[in-house]
């Protein structure tokens, strides 16, 4: 057998190779010894260890067999091939599914509302359970035993959307995928490069991924765990290398607006907070977790954050079955004990979220990765009360660096308090490299967080 040993990760640690040969075994042997290194990292939401630990991939190329040569992964197109023949030996009745997509897509007035109908509806009925039994964790499961299941693994998945979405006259292909959560690509001929299957849309020239394990993802959406990450795409007997795009951190822009005014010890008025991207996926995955009789308890202890000093009312919402638009919640909130007067003075804390407040990193040693890209924007306005007049503002916290952008800071029109914070998560990880300097701007933020805002009786 033709065999490669690729080595990865070895740099930095005492590794070394022996190469022997015995002649009695008429066999060559390789020893890797290892020395002094330290156990895995038990860190949660650390990358995978594929990108952390010294490890070697065994690359099974050829085998001679009676003087005859049998290709196994020597290249790219070898992995495919057997994948294909994996795919061409299932036994497909899409005929099976002819009825559902006529349904989806009979009163859709556009191509894009046809595909959207069967994408979401594969996500909202299909239950993604990740069962994969001896060979059944390469080859996809048939389509029409999925669509009659009603559940199925991310290749069966792939599967039922390709087919349906072909009885609808659409261009739709498995593709072979490996997350995040695996440092390789196809240039590296092996079965430990993808652990995932999605399907390609291609129209009009233009190559759309659909991953139906993604519940609240909507049509154009990919997940942080697939962004940037190399695809496989059948293509006949050939095949498409391409790249799932990677989305701007801002395409997952959460907002928070609160407009205050001084009631007693209060802070009353209104909310209004938008979630748009994964940051809207999040949501309407935590949302759809509770049964029907508890959404509505659900919502409100998101709201409140279960906090006996906040209390919510009036909320109303956008359609939350709607994954196209900006999900919206508006309501009017009431913050207890936010406020105490003594002689002169009133001193308010204005912000009860403090996100990032405590967010320190001490004694890791792994990058830390975020679900998603992240970027949050907050304005809290207060209305200062006449015959009063704010001493100083708290000192900003300002910080724009590669990964991450922070911007804390206080501002006065007249006798409007603008109190706006940004948080911008441009790669969705904290590089081990940046936690000093992270530290560094969370302990500002902290000491921002503390401060009050004393308003003197003019």
């Known amino acids: 057998m033709n065999i490669e040993f690729k080595e990865i990760n070895f740099e930095g640690y005492d590794i070394h190779k022996n190469n022997t040969y015995d002649d009695k075994l008429n066999t060559s042997i390789i020893t890797y010894t290892i020395k002094d290194t330290k156990g895995e990292y038990d860190e949660k939401r650390s990358p995978g260890p594929s990108y952390l630990y010294p490890h070697i991939l065994v690359l099974a190329k050829s085998f001679k067999s009676n003087n005859k040569s049998h290709t196994l992964f020597n290249e790219t197109k070898d992995l495919y091939s057997w ?30 509302e046809k595909i959207k109908n069967i994408y979401y509806w594969v996500q909202d009925n299909i239950k993604y359970i990740a069962f994969e039994d001896g060979i059944a964790g390469f080859k996809p499961d048939e389509s029409q035993n999925v669509f009659k299941k009603r559940y199925g693994d991310c290749k069966g998945m792939a599967n039922l959307t390709r087919q349906m979405l072909k009885q ?37 020239g233009e190559k759309i991924f659909l991953d139906g394990t993604e519940k609240f993802n909507s049509f154009g959406e990919y997940a942080e765990r697939i962004q940037g990450k190399q695809v496989l795409i059948e293509n006949g007997n050939d095949y498409i290398l391409e790249k799932v795009p990677v989305l701007p951190s801002v395409n997952n822009q959460e907002t928070y607006n609160f407009s205050a005014k001084i009631n007693d010890n209060a802070l ?26 508890n959404k509505e308890k659900a919502l409100t202890s998101y709201l409140d954050n279960d906090d006996k000093n906040l209390s919510v009312s009036n909320i109303t919402t956008s359609n939350f079955e709607n994954r196209d638009t900006l999900l919206t919640i508006d309501y009017v909130l009431s913050q207890q004990n936010a406020v105490s007067s003594f002689d002169n003075e009133i001193y308010i804390d204005l912000d009860y979220k403090k996100e990032f407040g ?55 029109k007249g006798n409007i308090i603008t ?24 302990k500002a933020l902290s000491t921002l967080y503390s401060e009050q805002l004393i308003l003197t009786k003019a």
């Open 419 to 442: 109190y706006t914070k940004t948080f911008i998560l441009k790669n969705a990880v904290l590089k081990t490299n940046d936690f000093e300097a992270w530290n560094e701007t969370i």
């Open 83 to 112: 994948y294909k023949s994996l795919v061409n030996s299932m036994d497909e009745h899409p005929i099976a599914l002819k009825e559902k997509v006529n349904e989806l897509t009979q009163n859709a007035s556009t191509d894009e």
């Open 168 to 204: 609808a006259g659409f261009d739709a292909r498995l593709t072979w995928i490996g997350t995040k959560r695996i440092a390789y690509d196809y240039s590296t001929p092996s079965l430990s490069v993808d652990n995932h299957m999605i399907c390609t849309l291609i129209k009009d």
């Open 358 to 412: 405590k967010f320190e990193f001490k004694n890791r040693n792994t990058d830390y990765l975020f679900s998603h890209k992240k970027h949050i924007t907050s304005n809290i306005s207060l209305e200062v009360p006449n015959g009063y007049r704010l001493s100083e503002f708290p000192k900003p916290v300002q910080v724009d660096t590669d990964n991450y952008k922070i911007e804390v800071q206080y501002s006065q």
């Open 268 to 293: 009353v008025g209104n909310v209004s907070r938008t979630y748009n991207g994964e940051s809207r996926a999040s949501i309407l995955h935590y949302f759809n977790s509770f049964k029907t009789d």
